[in-house]
């Protein structure tokens, strides 16, 4: 009995839909998100900024070079949006809407322009 009652608390009664698994692998990937743009937010420049490990810059240029310079035809083959902006321009913004995106999917606010959003920032 108690567990009966436990089980319907914490998930709801039982019904034959799958709202249960939709709700909970949603924000798991919430969760997913928001760790992965918290970690951009606080160490992107250390690691592709100008002075860090990896300069996102250098690596954009050779990227385009590659590709006879074109931005849209790199961004096919090896997908990224620092193609189209200035690098150090965009770690703090992507990183803050990234966190914003993953905290609104533990919350429960899942839909498709928000999955989208979250889909086109981590590129």
Sequence with gaps: ?????????????????YWIVRRWIFRGLGFIYFVAFSIIFFQARALWGDDGLLPISSFVSMVKGEFAGSATTAFWQLPSLFYFAPPASLFAPMGLAGVAGGLALICGYANLPLLVLLWLLQL
């Design 1 to 17: 009995m108690f567990v009966s009652r436990l089980h319907d608390f914490l998930v709801g009664p039982e019904e034959e839909t």
